[in-house]
């Protein structure tokens, strides 16, 4: 099978590990990623990244001149594209810039100049009602029209594209996986040394943003009623909470809990998580975003959890978004923004070593099944299956 993915999200060599397993499933498999020949990330990353043609076997990534530096939406390739459908001529093609993606209208006609018969498919994260106006709503539709199948982030994403009246398949999976020979089991005993950390520490950890959205009050609310509990709070990352969050502590008597790390290297993440007795992910559903076509926040996946279970760390997580589907039995989940429900939570694993690692095994357990690259690759594959062997059977019977 002939695969094209298309997305600036590869232009980071890191986030193509899913994709590489792919193309080693099984003989016959060839990938190919698309990738602009320039793109501006923005962020912490505001710099102009050059994409560059890599080949390993049946896996390579081409950059092809782009539109658009910065906008996944507006993002469309130049006429290199061409030659490249031409002489690969791909059995499948996904796009994984949205239903409204220019990118993925463009190859949705070149598909059809081009006579390549291949399925189309578009990647989503977006799991928020939306209302578009015209032109926009025009070309989703035409999109939506096209699609042979679509991929989803998360469930409300899939229920959101069947209200606005997509019949076809839609396979719920993450863009991403996890790397299970970084993110794995693996005492740090020198990194507890130099952050403080003793062995009989029971440390709630978060890794993320510091904002209000991914409610670290709450987890300092909820912390602040357990003081009569032995614990400590790290917290890997960056953002505008932090001076409150350490004025918070103070004015709780438990400034001398809390280590706060600045962000590392993602290399160096699993480090930290291997230090944590239990990750919390707190996530709140917000209506304080605002864009063109909708408004709110909830957390779209929570990639973090995942990377947590493959460590064989327990983790919590609130009910916001997609972050119950993720956890399911494996963890425990309490509703977004209740600090006593989140309280009781921390409380059930400080208390119950043997609770806190029956669910550290059973998350590490479904992140290997479910949630590596390769067992993504695998899911990916068969769902492409699943759409070409569907075509094949629609041609037969148009034979009859």
Request: charged share 20%.
């Amino acid at each position: 099978m002939k695969i094209l993915v298309a997305s600036h999200t590869y232009t980071v060599d890191l986030n193509c590990e899913k994709l590489r397993a792919l193309s080693q499933l099984e003989p016959g498999i060839e990938v190919t990623v698309v990738v602009p020949k320039s793109w501006r990330p923005g962020g912490v990353q505001n710099k102009i990244i050059e994409s560059q043609y890599r080949e390993e076997g049946t896996f390579r990534i081409v950059p092809i001149s782009n539109f658009s530096q910065n906008h996944q939406g507006f993002l469309t390739f130049g006429a290199d594209l061409i030659s490249l459908l031409r002489q690969f001529r791909p059995q499948v093609i996904q796009v994984e810039q949205g239903s409204r993606g220019l990118a993925y209208t463009q190859m949705i006609v070149l598909n059809q100049l081009l006579g390549l018969k291949a399925k189309n498919l578009f990647f989503t994260w977006w799991n928020l009602p939306y209302e578009l106006k015209l032109p926009v709503a025009l070309l989703e539709k035409y999109n939506l029209d096209h699609s042979h199948g679509i991929i989803s982030g998360n469930q409300d994403g899939a229920e959101i594209l069947r209200q606005r009246g997509y019949k076809g398949a839609i396979k719920v999976m993450p863009q991403l996986g996890v790397d299970e020979s970084l993110f794995a089991p693996k005492s740090q005993p020198d990194l507890a040394t130099k952050l403080g950390i003793k062995s009989d520490d029971f440390i709630v950890g978060f890794v993320g943003r510091f904002v209000p959205e991914k409610g670290l009050l709450t987890l300092l609310k909820a912390l602040a009623t357990l003081q009569d509990k032995s614990w400590k709070l790290l917290l890997l990352g960056r953002g505008p909470l932090k001076e409150e969050l350490t004025k918070i502590a103070t004015e709780n008597n438990i400034r001398d809990r809390l280590i706060l790390v600045e962000s590392v290297p993602h290399n160096e993440v699993a480090s930290y998580i291997n230090l944590m007795s239990t990750l919390v992910l707190p996530s709140e559903t917000s209506d304080e975003f605002k864009t063109l076509t909708s408004v709110g926040w909830k957390e779209q996946f929570g990639h973090v959890l995942i990377e947590a279970m493959a460590c064989q760390v327990p983790v919590i997580g609130s009910d916001s978004g997609e972050i119950p589907h993720v956890i399911g039995d494996a963890g425990l989940v309490f509703p977004e923004g209740n600090a006593k429900a989140l309280a009781d939570c921390l409380a059930q694993l400080i208390e119950k070593p043997n609770l806190t690692q029956n669910l550290g095994e059973m998350g590490y357990h479904k992140a290997m099944v479910k949630y590596t690259n390769k067992a993504l690759a695998k899911q990916q594959f068969e769902f492409y299956q699943e759409l070409v062997n569907e075509g094949r059977r629609e041609e037969a019977e148009g034979r009859r």
